[in-house]
DNA sequence: GTTTGACAAAATGTCGACATTTTATATGCT
DNA sequence: AGCATATAAAATGTCGACATTTTGTCAAAC
């Protein structure tokens, strides 16, 4: 039953794109591990739909680069190596630079209020890894989502859940957190201050640092 | 029939993969207008494949960004408003300077002198617009592919297919040429000096004064 | 014991058909 | 004439089935 929107259009998810969302979320959480096969047999049996509506909603999360699709191989959850990782990080890393020089440009009082807020939850949750994971992602995203770009938004989204697991990797670091914050604290002060190049470069090093520490620790789990 | 390729797995493209190629390069050639819809049975008759693959394929392509499809609307040909074109460019500006700030750290003497040629190519093709914009792409595209990352590769070069009309339109007015030409010959000078800033610096000012070019002759033609 | 080959099982690729929604057409009313 | 409604046509959404390819198993050969 499809429920009409404020949209002009009425707008209802259709099936594959539900399952999409649904399976995204699972190798967001670690539901299935990097490298797992996903089965469409299987996967159709679980969430109750035909193998056609999940080949399809499989085609959309390999489109968000959570997944890779191998012709007549199948999908599998994706797994970067070490250099993968950093390519990942580097490229958010140069949108996210775009995003913030945007904000910076475009922000209304109420927009700047709120990152304020957004950065005194950050602070409040210091000490925990995984709430401070969580509020680092509350406050990238609100930046994200109000710069006027849907496009630049789903990307930087996009590359950001693709390294879900190496940002609360990261952010497991007591010292990691605390440079984040004061990475985040020149941020914010840039973006108020109206110094849109600043911004840019601080939303850079930003994501440059947590690639670095999260490759560090990977580096040092194996050796 | 499939061919046995050097990689170490059989690659073969399916056929919603060759669809998608096939409708891509059509949109990009101009042979499906903006706006203009694409009908799944339509497709599905021209190429002589099932409705099934065709749906694959047009999902593929929403992907480059070159069709966008609604739920229960079918797809049409993305029609990019002025304030998109403007978003697409920013997008790839920001990318095409990651790429040759990595360029410049990474080339080999090899790649610096393919790079020469191919800047000798882009003169050579300054006095008409469609060669031009032909050798324009030709040398974006040797340092795309040419940084060791697929993943940046393939989202630069589907920015640059997404606005592929707009390129061609400001590369007809000569004087964006001798501009062009101009900031290609700083670019290239950065990179064979190792100024890996400069070389970023100058390739998003190339994206975007071909932006602002192309913005001002679609405002002059409606006005 | 390892390897090769054939065979069986399972997974993906492709298709045609039916269901539901959208769009176009025609009909009737004010 | 113009608009609202009902009906028909067309397009997309979803499914199950069959074809082809890959993967797993087991026996025979060296």
Redesign the interface.
Known sequence: MAEPTSET?R????LP?QIAVRIGQAIVDGEFAPGEKLREVDLASRFGVSR?SV??AL??VE?E?LVTI????GAQVTALSAP?VQ??F??RA??M??VCHRFTTSATPQMRQQLDRLLKELRAARDDGEAYSRASLAISEFCVRNVG?R??AD?VLSFARQTARYNRLSFASAERRRQSLANWRGLVAAVTGGDAPEAERLARQLVLDTRDTALKMLADEKG
Chains 1, 2 share one sequence.
């Open positions: 259009y707008i209802y998810a259709t794109a056609a080949r399809e085609r959309s489109r680069g191998l012709p007549q191989r993968e390519d990942v580097d490229i140069s949108l630079g775009l770009s496009r630049l990307l």
